[in-house]
Nanobody
Framework: VQLQASGGGSVQAGGSLRLSCTNSRRTSSNNGMGWFRQTPGKEREFVAGIGWRGDHTYYADSVKGRFTISRDNAKNAVYLQMNSLKVEDTAIYYC?????????????????WGQGTQVTVSS
């Protein structure tokens, strides 16, 4: 599994970004996938997860209603649409592949990680 995340950048509060993550080595279509984020000095935290079929999703309370996770198994890709961004959403965002097929929220359930993409939201 080799994950490549993209789509990060700088945006003003209230704006939108769409993150993409593709698996270039091996299909992950039978595995749940997720997005996490991390800021300096803090633990990497769960943001959103999606089951292998794409019909079950779960979000952290802090992003619920603003972020949407989706996937395209034909492209081995997972996406995170981020709307109504807030300054506190500033972080490095990581995509990950779970060892399970269902939605997972714990970092330890994800053995495969991308390199991260920076999202900066300014006021």
């Amino acid at each position: 599994v080799q994950l490549q995340a993209s789509g990060g950048g700088s945006v003003q509060a209230g704006g939108s970004l769409r993150l993409s993550c593709t698996n270039s080595r091996r299909t992950s279509s039978n595995n749940g996938m997720g997005w996490f984020r991390q800021t300096p000095g803090k633990e990497r935290e769960f943001v959103a997860g999606i089951g292998w079929r794409g019909d079950h999703t779960y979000y952290a309370d802090s992003v619920k209603g603003r972020f949407t996770i989706s996937r395209d198994n034909a492209k081995n890709a997972v996406y995170l649409q981020m709307n109504s961004l807030k300054v506190e959403d500033t972080a490095i965002y990581y995509c990950a592949v779970s060892r399970y097929s269902t939605v997972r929220t714990q970092r330890d359930d994800y053995p495969y990680w991308g390199q991260g993409t920076q999202v900066t939201v300014s006021s």
